[in-house]
């Protein structure tokens, strides 16, 4: 099939500061669809049709003109967070050509001198702040897309709240435009109120001495979380995702989720990795809530009720945690059976029964038992002990 | 203050629907949305699920039970005789907490919201 849709990237100029060759499609369009603000610099001769919201009738109106010779006009780079990138989802690949234009991560990182592939790009247009949250790291820079000037003083609440008040906030309005202006200021001291609402963030995270450390790597502190007593301790934590071993874009089921600590942390460890929080306790619903929003993994699903039952009709998992009730058949039977093949599952039991049901099904499955024993500092008086804490058995085991 | 909201559908609803609806309850009202909350019957529902997505909070799915339990304002009839269930929105959202905005309809979506208790 040729492409009988162009989409092409614009700057701040619009069309009259385009390439000769992307100059040359558009002029070629019978229709040109855009943002009304692009069509206004268009010569007379074409259809030119603006956007209408909400997205389903803007895929119509593309849908519409199918076969015929269309121009979309977009700003900067339509395949990093943009049209290019939703259009993909409606239409076969051979259906349109892309014409990139830098982009606003492009124009940022070439004013402020940053090595753009060492830099966290990521869009909190029309998204959950929340999302920040897991590049929140000592010295790391981040560029990002905004709404308005409103997340430019959500942004800084959230660093001050996460210890990083020093970290320097570089506004850059109007990106390679005539009213191009570029400010900064610490997030301790930004004030929004004289800026505009077309932007690009730029985040130098400046941690302050108390600033609790993060990182994506599995094993946060048990502290990093809300609980209500039920969370898998940071060691065995550590253990457990190191073997469900988390990659970008897989889904995990964690059944019997506690405080969601596991399918937090999976989704951290790997870009576009998704989990669904299975948890009998409706009241813990709110407090997994609460650690994934805090943790920068909105996008968790938490579904109540008793397993095996709250399990049936989700996708299918790559992984599957059994952090609760490990003894209890009919869970294991149903999360294995929706396991996809090649899909690891990880058990983790403290209890008699547990430990027999997990030794049975290694004996049937096959795959490795782990014995996790970990110790802690306490006291006896005036003397320090290493105080043992429940030992925990572990069972990893791979889907044929 | 931290919001709950609650969504009932209809297989018809899309995820523009109930962004819509969602945001016209929220107005006027100064908080953070920290939950979506709607019924687990609507597991692998892809519009509640990128509704979910764009307004930035976690999706939770209620079991049946859960949401029986919750005294709802405003039954709806269609629910009932679909689910046994009184109208979801308000259930889900009371699940969380008192209700500051009750049960409002769109097309195919409904939406409550509660304030989450402490």
């Not at chain 1, 049709?49 to 997205?55: D, E, R």
């Not at chain 1, 938490?302 to 989700?314: F, H, K, Y």
Request: net charge negative; aromatic share 4%; charged share 20%.
């Amino acid at each position: 099939m040729t492409a009988w849709l162009n989409i092409v990237g614009v700057g701040e100029g619009g069309v009259a500061d385009l390439s000769p060759a992307a100059r040359a499609i558009v002029g070629a369009a019978a229709t040109i669809l855009g943002p009304q603000r692009l069509l206004d610099g268009l010569g007379e001769g074409q259809e030119r049709l603006a956007w209408q919201s909400p997205l389903t009738r803007m895929i119509e109106q593309v849908q519409a003109l199918a076969g015929t010779p269309t121009v979309i006009l977009a700003t900067g780079d339509p395949s990093w967070f943009g049209i290019g990138v939703t259009l993909s989802r409606y239409l076969p690949a051979g259906a349109f050509a892309i014409t990139p234009h830098p982009s606003a991560f492009s124009l940022a990182a070439a004013r402020l001198h940053w090595a753009l592939q060492n830099v966290a790009t990521l869009s909190l247009h029309g998204r959950a702040d929340a999302a920040l949250q897991p590049h929140i790291l000592p010295g790391n820079r981040i560029l990002a897309l905004t709404t308005d000037r409103g997340t430019v003083a959500s942004v800084a609440a959230m660093l001050r709240a996460r210890g990083y008040g020093e970290s320097t906030l570089t506004m850059l309005e109007n990106l390679g435009g005539p009213h191009e202006r570029i400010s900064s200021a610490s997030a301790r001291q930004i004030d929004v109120s004289q800026l505009g609402d077309f932007l690009t963030l730029a985040i130098d995270c400046v941690a302050g001495v108390e600033a609790p450390l993060l990182p994506p790597v599995p094993g946060l502190p048990d502290d990093a979380f809300v609980t209500d007593g039920q969370i898998t301790k940071r060691e065995v934590r550590a253990a457990s995702l190191a073997k469900l071993a988390p990659y970008p874009g897989a889904l995990l089921w964690d059944v019997g989720a506690g405080s969601g600590s596991i399918g937090i942390e999976w989704m951290r460890a790997a870009r576009e990795a998704r989990a669904i929080a299975f948890e009998r306790d409706p009241a813990r619903a709110s407090i997994i809530a609460e650690n994934a929003r805090n943790l920068g993994t909105p996008g968790i699903e938490i579904v109540t009720g008793v397993a095996p039952e709250s399990l049936s009709g989700q996708p299918t998992p790559d992984a599957v945690f059994l952090g609760g009730d490990v003894g209890n058949g009919a869970i294991f039977e149903a999360a294995w059976a929706a396991l996809r093949p090649g899909g690891r599952l990880v058990a983790n039991s403290v209890t008699i029964e547990g430990d027999r049901a997990l030794f049975e099904r290694q004996d049937v499955h096959g795959g490795e038992l782990t014995r996790i024993e970990v110790s802690y500092l306490d006291s006896v008086g005036s003397r320090h002990v290493l105080r043992p804490r429940l030992p925990v058995t572990q069972w990893a085991v791979r889907k044929p | 203050m931290k919001l709950a909201v609650g969504i009932g559908l209809s297989s018809r609803a899309e995820a523009d629907e109930i962004v819509a609806l969602v945001t016209s309850c929220l107005a006027g009202l100064r908080g953070e949305v920290e939950v979506v909350a709607s019924s687990r019957r609507k597991a692998g529902n892809v519009a509640l699920s990128s509704a979910a997505e764009r307004l930035g909070a976690p999706l939770v799915l209620l079991d049946d039970a859960t949401l029986a339990r919750q005294d709802v304002p405003h039954p709806s009839r269609v629910a009932e005789a679909r689910t046994g269930l009184d109208g979801v929105a308000e259930a889900a959202a009371l699940h969380f907490g008192p209700l500051l905005v009750g049960k409002t309809k769109s097309a195919h979506a409904t939406c409550a919201i509660a304030e989450i208790a402490p």
